[in-house]
């Protein structure tokens, strides 16, 4: 289900690499989002000393406003999801989806076998979302989450370069497609 913004709008987002000016702004996103989330500071050591981070942004055409951001680290081959964070205001209309798909196709591009991530158990929207990208549950990480001792669930894919997934980027692409015709994605290739 999109909201109604976005029908009403017509406007096409944009995925852009995070830039050291929009930490404050996805810093709130994070406090926004998460209990016990990341600090600025801790934003900043990122894009300064993490030779192995990649984060991405998403605007509305035309709108200096973020409505959400993802990272992932790129561990020898695999690509590993930090976090993935929309604006509360801004949920269900796709961002999440397009962060997703955007961290994917950067993961193909460095040449990362496969992505992995931890997902709070209770996330049932995310782990939905997940699942559509061909994650699947591979374990648990009990007490994980320090604010309240919840399980992760370790999710993975399989292998990114595989006919079987490319086939499902290419299925999910042509949501994104539905969403916002004309969508340009990180492989510069029109959805």
Request: proline residues 4%; charged residues 25%.
């Amino acid at each position: 289900m999109t909201e109604p913004h976005l029908e009403a709008a017509g406007a096409v987002p944009l995925l852009t690499s995070l830039q050291a000016a929009d930490i404050p702004e996805v810093e709130a996103i994070e406090v926004a989002s998460f209990e016990s989330g990341w600090s600025l500071t801790a934003f900043q050591r990122e894009m300064e000393s993490n030779r192995l981070a990649r984060y991405v942004v998403v605007r509305e055409a035309g709108r200096a406003e973020i409505a959400g951001f993802a990272g992932l680290w790129l561990v020898v081959d695999e690509a590993h999801v930090v976090t993935v964070a929309v604006r509360p205001e801004m949920r269900r209309g796709g961002y999440g989806r397009l962060l997703v798909h955007g961290l994917l196709e950067l993961a193909q591009a460095e040449g990362m076998a496969n992505a992995t991530l931890e997902c709070r158990e209770s996330n049932e929207p995310a782990r939905a979302l997940y699942r559509d990208y061909g994650f699947y549950e591979v374990g648990r990480r009990v007490r994980y989450y320090a604010d309240n001792n919840e399980d992760a669930i370790i999710m993975t894919t399989e292998t990114l370069a595989s006919p079987a997934y490319q086939d499902r980027l290419q299925r999910l692409a042509g949501k994104l497609q539905s969403l916002w015709p004309g969508l340009q994605l990180a492989s510069g290739t029109s959805v």
